[in-house]
């Protein structure tokens, strides 16, 4: 998780920060920021696996990737470890009072939402805003407390991060274990078919404007690359429409959760726009490529994972056309 999770928005936010400052934190530091932000990812996941091994078996959820064929002791012993870790790194790297506050209360909230008997994550609503706010708002927040940029973006990213990929997505894709775990999110407590249409009418519209709006602020606020970065976002919103299109007129299959227009957005976000935000940063000051080859490292399970779905969506189309023909 500490390579797959939200990381592309931390290393997008990372590569614009250091092109809008003209690098002013230095690569270390930046290096830093970045390890303790997986630690933190990596803090969270281990700490809900301790306390969702149960939940998770019900679920038929158990197994490796969880942490079931380790013993409680050491699962708690590495929560220790990639706390103590980040927090090492945190000071290491300075940073300002502010900074360490929204820092401790990342972990704070972390802790609560995970852990009984506040367990916050079985409390609907709650649990909805507490995700929402843990997984990428805090983190993109804590990248701009570090560069001490407080500007516009310093808010609007962070809202933008949440938008791109909803926490309330993810409920919806585990709808069904938590169910039967008797884990009460949100979208359990609202059902499965509201919940759909909440992603298909809301969620999903709103993760291609925040896509489209990353692209076109950075584009605005870095004029010497605006020509790259609106021809990502031209390329993204000619896929995204090209794709709506198939799917209304029957030619590409439907998916409630991850139509494929959202699967090529997620792609392209990853490649037009971060992956061009860090060549950027490359071209511009070399000495910079640490923290773009971590962004490079962290594109290995996203490919890995994206890269078994060219086949599987044409299969699925393949197998829709002849369907369609028949009277």
Same mark, same amino acid.
């Given at each position: ?80 470890? *990639? ?12 940073? *300002? ?17 995970? *852990? ?155 490649? *037009? ?55």
């Amino acid at each position: 998780m500490a390579f797959f999770g939200p990381v592309e928005i931390w290393y997008f936010s990372v590569f614009y920060l250091l092109l809008v400052t003209r690098f002013g934190l230095p690569v270390l530091e930046v290096l830093a920021v970045l390890g303790s932000l997986m630690l933190y990812e990596a803090w969270g996941v281990l700490l809900n696996d301790i306390f969702d091994r149960e939940v998770d078996i019900v679920a038929g959820k158990s197994g490796r990737k969880r942490g079931h064929d380790l013993g409680v002791g050491v699962m708690w012993g590495l929560v220790l470890l *990639t706390a103590v870790a980040s927090w090492a790194l945190i000071v290491l790297a300075g940073g *300002t009072p502010l900074l360490y506050g929204t820092w401790a209360f990342a972990y704070v909230l972390g802790f609560l939402y995970s *852990t009984p008997p506040f367990r916050l994550k079985d409390r609907g609503t709650l649990s909805l805003f507490c995700n929402s706010v843990l997984e990428r708002p805090l983190p993109v927040l804590i990248i701009f407390l570090f560069f001490r940029y407080y500007g516009p973006e310093a808010v609007v990213f962070p809202i933008l991060s949440e938008l791109v990929w909803s926490v309330f997505k993810h409920q919806v894709h585990d709808y069904h274990e938590d169910l039967k775990a008797n884990v009460k999110t949100y979208a359990v407590k609202i059902g499965e078919a509201a919940s759909h249409k909440i992603v298909k009418f809301v969620v999903n519209p709103l993760s291609v404007a925040s896509v489209l709006s990353f692209a076109l602020i950075a584009a605005r606020t870095l004029p010497q690359y605006s020509g790259y970065f609106l021809a990502g976002a031209g390329m993204t919103a000619a896929g995204v429409a090209g794709l709506l299109v198939l799917e209304r007129r029957s030619l590409v299959y439907t998916d409630p959760l991850d139509p494929p227009y959202i699967l090529f957005l997620n792609l392209s976000f990853l490649v *037009t726009v971060v992956l061009l935000m860090g060549a950027a940063v490359v071209v511009t000051q070399p000495a910079y490529f640490p923290p773009v080859a971590l962004f490079l490292l962290s594109l290995v399970p996203h490919m890995r994972y994206y890269g078994p779905m060219v086949p599987r969506v044409l299969r699925k189309v393949s197998r829709q056309l002849p369907a369609r023909g028949r009277p």
